[in-house]
């Protein structure tokens, strides 16, 4: 995001916050080591902010996938975003951006076909990365009504595809026979990873408030998709796979299958409505061109 | 020439021609292979090796056995559950063109040849603007749905065919979910229909939901409890026209003869039990051949003064109940003019 925000036309001046720097970024621009889990994290942010006179705080320290160390995580993940926000608003930072996910409306039955922001936050009660994220949003809807002087914005993207990035998600479809759950078929969508940054520079430099759901337009199947990409699926009757696949699944995770493969078995298809409206988000990719993005650049990489 | 056409016309290649065929995928592939260098397998943990090699190995055992060929058929047969019979867009709400094109040989078998349904009334179908259809629920599965979408679809001349709300517990069962979302049916809640009728779509409708579907034989054509009445406030809301249907034949297709309460406790689906289900096991699914009779009522418009009490419970309410009046008398005039069940 950084890297693209500095060969824009006219580059604001970026701080970047993080354990490392990243390779690519390295002296380009000014950076602080920050760890959002220490005791007085909030303390600490809260004068760097002011010190170096923010506007807008994107805050995206969230792990891309569950991590199997769940106490660590929810440290991270609800500790480290209120720590935050208590920060930003000490600092008097007008713009927080948090980075959120589809995921927190959870796999349910009985999910409408489109789930607009109004609906209900059911995490998936196994997921406990998807759990913290949607204790992590009520935080923030608490803290968004106390401050009114803070534009708070939660963006919810649905699975991100694309040629770079990499995720839990990602790699369960990278294998040339995708697991599938017997007799389910839902209909999927997806966000491609350049579309996900417009969206974050759209909420950064727009003014608006709230959550935005983030998707693709177009939706597909999940059988259809696989057949796209040219592979064939495993499909296996979900009590045997939550039974079987339950302790590998916890060690690598920490969550049973049913935290993932809920989500392959009941619909949780966004309405992006609001995105468009409000924020102006202008999908470039479908949600199988996001889809065959991703599955055209790993197979090329097979072969290099 | 003359060869591929005999080819053809025994309904494949000749094990020749497969042969070659595939030696010269072996040589490209080997070809390949040298250029680039083999195609690197993943080697992480698949606790799934075990299982594709089982699978694989099964298959080849059944090849010797020759069933294989039988299994090749087989598909044939089941042609439309295939993958290649899919398009590559879908609607929002899932619904396949190119599976319903393929389904229409059987959907027209079924409203011709096994129920012979009678359509009366097609008329008082509106010719635009938003509509909801309001229909007797009638048997476990929702052929009735099908029927009655199939009949505005040949009726109406625009050709348009409705959408159908699914109860909740059929709209997630695995295989029937998928099948349904591809003909057309869609999770019947607010929410949905509400998009549903806002994007142009008819929608037909079931407001007595698992009620309906489950109640003993010998309550047949006697309308349950309308809902709660949420889709007259939502007709109100969005203005759309109400048209009662009545579907008579439909509550023969499965007899329900046990009260379902006793498999939903233990099961937590209300299992219901027929004279050929579950005892016949998967060809009890096959529904019973009555002859049905589709009638179309009245169209029901609002005015403005009714459109403004939408959210007027009591309103809502009463005129939830007229609307199942209404329906009940269509049911009541039908069954009386039918001569049989299954005879025509």
């Known amino acids: ?4 925000l500095l060969e824009g036309p006219s580059p604001p ?4 916050l993080d354990l490392s720097v990243p390779k690519a970024l390295e002296g380009r621009l000014r950076f602080h080591r920050v760890d959002l889990t220490g005791p007085t994290a909030d303390s600490v942010l809260a004068e760097l902010l002011e010190k170096e006179r923010c506007d807008a705080l994107l805050h995206a320290a969230f792990f891309t996938d569950p991590h199997p160390d769940r106490e660590y995580a929810h440290e991270l993940e609800v500790i480290g975003s209120l720590n935050v926000m208590n920060a930003s608003a000490a600092a008097g930072v007008s713009k927080l951006v948090v980075a959120s996910t589809a995921q927190v409306y959870g796999p349910h039955p009985d999910n409408p076909n489109f789930l607009s922001e109004r609906h209900a936050l059911r995490a998936h009660p196994d997921a406990h990365a998807i759990r913290d994220r949607a204790e992590m949003e009520q935080l923030l809807r608490t803290f968004a009504t106390r401050h009114p002087s803070i534009s708070v914005v939660s963006l919810r993207p649905c699975w991100v595809m694309g040629p770079s990035y990499t995720s839990s998600v990602t790699r369960h479809f990278e294998s040339a026979r995708v697991t599938t759950l017997l007799g389910y078929d839902p209909l999927m969508q997806f966000l491609h990873e350049e579309d996900l940054l417009d969206a974050v520079g759209l909420a950064l430099t727009r003014e608006v408030a709230g959550p935005f759901n983030l998707a693709g337009d177009g939706l597909l199947p999940l059988s259809t998709l696989i057949q796209l990409a040219g592979k064939r699926t495993r499909p296996l009757p979900h009590p045997l796979l939550y039974r079987l696949g339950y302790l590998a699944t916890v060690a690598r995770t920490g969550d049973p299958p049913a935290a993932f493969y809920d989500y392959l078995r009941f619909g949780w298809v966004v309405d992006t409505e609001r995105a468009k409206q409000e924020l102006g988000f202008r999908p470039g990719y479908t949600t199988r061109e996001a889809w065959m993005s991703c599955v055209v650049e790993r197979r090329l990489k097979s072969y290099r | 020439m003359s060869e591929i056409e005999a080819a053809s016309g025994n309904g494949g290649p000749t094990p020749e021609q497969l042969a070659e065929l595939r030696s010269s995928l072996a040589e490209l592939r080997g070809e390949l292979e040298a250029r680039f260098g083999p195609q690197r397998e993943r080697t992480g943990a698949s606790p799934f090796r075990v299982l594709d090699e089982l699978g694989n190995s099964l298959r080849s055992g059944l090849d010797k056995l020759g069933v294989s060929g039988l299994y090749s058929g087989l598909r044939r047969l089941v042609s439309a559950y295939r993958m290649d019979n899919r398009s590559l867009e879908v609607d929002e709400f899932g619904s396949d063109p190119l599976y319903l094109e393929k389904s229409r040989v059987l959907l027209d078998f079924l409203f011709d040849r096994w129920w012979r349904v009678k359509v009366s009334g097609a008329e008082h179908l509106p010719s635009g603007g ?23 679809e040949r009726f109406h001349p625009s050709q348009l065919r409705p959408r159908f709300l699914a109860a909740d517990w059929i709209a997630t069962l695995p295989f029937a979910q998928p099948l349904l979302t591809r003909l057309g049916g869609v999770r019947a809640c607010p929410e949905n229909a509400e998009r549903l009728l806002r994007t142009g779509h008819w929608v037909v409708t079931f407001p007595e939901g698992q009620k309906g579907a489950v109640k003993p034989f010998r309550q047949r054509y006697q309308l349950q409890r309308f809902g709660r009445g949420g889709f007259v406030s939502l007709a109100l809301r969005l203005d759309a026209t109400v048209v009662p249907v009545a579907v008579v034949g439909a509550e023969e297709v499965h007899p329900v003869l046990l009260d379902p309460t006793l498999p939903r406790r233990l099961l937590g689906v209300p299992l219901p039990v027929t004279p050929t289900f579950p005892v016949a096991g998967p060809l009890g699914l096959i529904p019973l051949p009555s002859q049905w009779r589709i009638r179309f009522g009245e169209p029901i418009r609002w005015d403005a003064a009714a459109r403004e009490k ?5 309103y809502v309410n009463r005129t939830r109940d007229q609307i199942r009046n209404t329906i ?12 049989g069940v299954f005879r025509s």
């Open chain 2, 310 to 314: 939408a959210d007027d419970a009591l």
């Open chain 1, 1 to 4: 995001m950084a890297l693209r």
């Open chain 2, 328 to 339: 009940q008398l269509l049911l009541d005039e039908e069954v009386h003019r039918r001569t």
């Open chain 2, 130 to 152: 938003r509509v909801l259809l309001v229909a007797n629920c009638s048997g476990i599965l929702p052929y009735d749905a099908l029927m009655i979408a199939h009949a505005v």
């Open chain 1, 13 to 16: 001046r970026i701080v970047g």
